[in-house]
């Protein structure tokens, strides 16, 4: 049974333009369509989620999506929005790449059931590689002006005259080469929808014309708005770079606390475009965040769905116990349940000091640990002080002036967390 995809994405925030008739037109019968990613690098980052999720509400409407890695392509560059070229991908990385995409992508889109609407993986490269320069201006070049080309946006802003580094051939091409790959897919899939980012609108309606001019057909265009984040930096991006979907790149920890981390403003929108939570839940959830806006109920949830899909119940689970350790009473057997990448994420650029194993083996008593020889506090007479006041804890429990430190203690058989109060951390680190 069909439902209405265009009336789904409006009301989340995900629609930016649409080519008349497309509503109509997926109403009608099952339709196929497309999303370009491009494959770059071995995994997905957040910035490819709005896709992604287009995808999915796509298949869910009771459509087939097609995921297109863009393997020719990427190894030319896409001008828009773009001030540099991208480097060549050899054919190994590129089938790397397109497989561990594929794995991620699979977690969102239903790929091996035998539904007429499953989804499926193509690359452009496998139609390009063997496309010759001259078939191609021959064949696809003819039917469409230079005119027309020169009239896009995003080729307009590479030639104007803050750019710089002006445009070459080869992106300058991209748009024809990104036109056949619709046209391809709409000869051999029957897919009649492109789906992109909004900056893709002028390579999208190049496709259509293809269609119309070689295809003798009607092809659609659909794109949602670039994410933006209300303070003006760019949704995606933290001060280490990417939100990588890779558990290696982004731990889920980090990942976690990206969406934690989202301002009132931000978490309204992100929580209908990147969850499939109801209009109806998310009204509610809205209004109880308005209402009650210190317990961040937003921020959680929208954290809590994201990871979730992203990664799993049990990476959302560690993520969680591993946030309520800096800001919560947590327990040293919470703590030595971290696993090292994640303990590490937790107690980042929290000060450190080298600590023997046989110091350890000897048994290091509180004075040394907190003063004498890591420096942690600034003398020992302060050290007896705060043991005095109850305020030091070794991995999360309190201890007394007597206490010596052992390798009973370590966490990840390396790391032992002292603290003084409730946010003043330092970390033994044993060589």
Not at 23 to 42: N, R
Not at 139 to 154: E, L, R
Request: hydrophobic letters at 35%; a negative charge.
């Amino acid at each position: 049974m069909l439902t209405n995809f265009v009336e789904e994405v409006k009301w989340r925030g995900m629609l930016h333009d649409v080519m008349p008739g497309t509503e109509e037109h997926l109403l009608e019968k099952m339709q196929a369509a497309y999303v370009g990613i491009d494959p770059t690098a071995d995994s997905l980052h957040i910035g490819h989620l709005v896709g992604v999720m287009l995808l999915r509400h796509f298949q869910l409407a009771g459509h087939k999506p097609f995921a297109l890695v863009g393997g020719a392509t990427g190894m030319i560059g896409d001008p828009s929005g773009k001030s540099a070229e991208r480097n060549l991908l050899d054919e190994e990385t590129l089938r790397h790449n397109q497989n561990a995409l594929k794995e991620q992508l699979s977690r969102f889109l239903d790929f091996e059931s035998d539904a007429p609407n499953a989804a499926e993986l193509v690359n452009n490269y496998d139609w390009m590689k063997e496309f010759s320069f001259l078939d191609f201006i021959r064949d696809v070049g003819k039917h469409i002006t230079v005119n027309y080309m020169m009239a896009k946006d995003s080729v307009k802003k590479r030639l104007s005259a803050e750019a710089k580094e002006g445009m070459s051939f080869t992106e300058f091409t991209y748009q024809l080469v990104q036109g056949y790959d619709f046209l391809y897919l709409y000869k051999n899939h029957n897919c009649t929808l492109q789906m992109g980012g909004s900056d893709q609108w002028g390579n999208i309606t190049t496709g259509t014309e293809l269609i119309r001019r070689i295809g003798g057909g009607k092809g659609f265009a659909l794109t949602c708005p670039l994410i933006t984040k209300a303070d003006g930096t760019k949704f995606g991006k933290t001060e280490g770079g990417n939100v990588w979907l890779d558990a290696n790149r982004t731990s889920p920890y980090r990942f976690y606390q990206y969406w934690l981390n989202t301002s009132d403003e931000d978490a309204e929108k992100y929580i209908k475009i990147f969850t499939f939570l109801t209009k109806e839940e998310i009204e509610d959830l809205t209004r109880a965040h308005k209402e009650a806006p210190h317990l961040r109920q937003l921020q959680k949830r929208l954290a809590e769905e994201v990871t979730r899909m992203v990664h799993s119940q049990n990476d959302l689970d560690n993520a969680e116990a591993a946030s309520t350790i800096l800001f919560g009473k947590s327990t040293s057997e919470e703590l030595k349940k971290l696993d090292e990448k994640t303990f590490l994420d937790v107690f980042e650029g929290v000060p450190q000091a080298q600590i023997s194993k046989q110091e350890l083996d000897d048994g290091l008593d509180m004075i040394g640990a907190l003063a004498a020889k890591t420096g942690f506090l600034g003398s020992n007479g302060e050290a007896r002080r705060e043991l005095k006041q109850n305020s030091i804890s070794v991995n999360k429990e309190k201890v007394k002036e007597n206490y010596l430190i052992t390798s009973n203690d370590l966490i990840n058989e390396r790391f032992i967390l002292l603290q003084r109060g409730r946010r003043n951390y330092f970390l033994l680190v044993i060589s």
